[in-house]
């Protein structure tokens, strides 16, 4: 296939040569920033981490136990000092504090934990971050709502979803938005994008996919995430703090996938729906596949796509997860949708913008807005298109 990318298909990115330079070409400016991946991080205390990454030499395929080691020393001091400054009275600077050592944790696991070493990394990560988030106005707080519609003789049953929750200060029911992560970004780096929401005047929630974080869906399972969602729904219905009639659900990147089916399965329930970033069908293409590992993303996308799929190697999701999981093969995009809005980048690189594109050309009639020239979610023109198309959507639906 012919994709809007063209030969940069096989051309391989700079910042897979070395950690040096994933550093310095791909992660430096968004640390600097403070944006994603990098939400709640402090660039001293990555320049402090780094400088002993760079010093091992890491080149891939990256030992993520070795990767993943520097970013703890660096992040217990700033755990110490959080303790101390919790002791003193301080919450904002503890606050602060845990956040930034979450940040260091959330790197270290990144971008799934697969060693053991990301693995505590993610335990970590959790722990800080819910700890910080909770000085946070309003609040940061953590639910976790029984699964069920569980599918019965399963690891689902018994099991619950964790979602982190931010309220703004309201005596009424608001309306609410379902942030839908993805591939690498859980539940723990909502402290930025929850804070916009109620701004707003709109509650937010975070919730992770089928095969990512603590997600209790099977992740091999295609419809899994129908049962995830009706277990949620079910539960933001009975919270009295939500106007049910204003659910939004705003999915990023691997999320995007399953927003865009949700607009479908559940589109009585919602008053819209945003993809950012999605795949849909061609992310599953094998040409896709065989190059997506040396592209934009910054380590190995094809074995962190795998992973999160269920599959044992690259090699079998080539031949099985285009059938199974594509929302085109299934029929998922010719059933009717609630009001769907497709936002990305014309030269995104992680999935093909042909994915945006394709559900414009099947079932109910679409939104769109496709940013030229910018990459992956279409950022930084992205999240302001998707406020102000989410401003306006609830404005009508009063």
Not at 177 to 201: A, K, M
Not at 283 to 292: G, S, T, Y
Not at 318 to 331: I, P, V
Not at 365 to 385: N, Y
């Amino acid at each position: 296939m012919a994709y809007h990318i063209g030969e940069k298909l096989h051309q391989k990115a700079p910042h897979h040569e070395s950690i040096k330079a994933l550093w310095e070409l791909k992660w430096k400016r968004p640390c600097t920033f403070g944006v994603y991946p990098f939400t709640d991080a402090k660039l001293d205390d990555f320049e402090r981490v780094f400088a002993t990454l760079i010093k091992l030499n890491l080149s891939e395929p990256i030992d993520f136990d070795q990767y993943a080691t520097p970013f703890f020393p660096v992040a217990e001091e700033l755990v110490n000092e959080a303790q101390e400054a919790e002791k003193s009275g301080d919450v904002a600077k503890a606050s602060e504090l845990y956040l930034r050592a979450a940040a260091l944790y959330r790197i270290a696991r990144f971008p799934v934990p697969r060693s053991p070493k990301q693995k505590e990394a993610w335990t970590r990560n959790k722990d800080t971050y819910i700890t910080g988030a909770g000085y946070l106005n309003p609040p940061m707080i953590e639910y976790k709502i029984p699964h069920t519609h569980a599918l019965p003789g399963t690891t689902e049953v018994d099991s619950y979803i964790p979602v982190y929750v931010r309220r703004p200060h309201a005596e009424t029911a608001v309306p609410t938005v379902i942030q839908i992560f993805g591939l690498d970004g859980y539940r723990t780096e909502f402290t930025s994008n929850s804070g916009l929401l109620t701004d707003h005047g709109w509650a937010a929630v975070a919730v992770e996919i089928p095969g990512t974080g603590d997600c209790p869906a099977l992740r091999q399972d295609p419809k899994s995430p129908d049962r995830l969602w009706s277990s949620l729904l079910d539960w933001l219905g009975a919270q009295e703090w939500v106007d049910s009639k204003h659910i939004v659900v705003w999915g990023l990147s691997t999320g995007g996938h399953y927003a865009i089916r949700i607009a479908h399965t559940h589109k009585e329930r919602l008053a819209g729906v945003v993809a950012q970033g999605a795949g849909c069908h061609h992310m599953f293409d094998p040409e896709w596949l065989d190059n997506v590992g040396h592209l934009e993303y910054p380590f190995d996308l094809d074995h962190s796509l795998a992973a999160k799929f269920g599959y044992d190697d690259v090699e079998t999701m080539k031949k099985d997860a285009q059938k199974r999981f594509s929302l085109l093969e299934t029929g998922i995009l010719d059933q009717p949708s609630t009001r769907l809005l497709l936002v990305n980048g014309m030269n995104d690189s992680i999935f093909p913008i042909e994915d945006s594109m394709l559900p414009l050309q099947h079932g109910s009639i679409k939104e769109a807005r496709f940013v030229p020239g910018a990459g992956h979610m279409g950022e930084p023109a992205g999240g302001k298109i998707i406020l102000s198309w989410i401003e306006q959507l609830l404005h009508i639906s009063e």
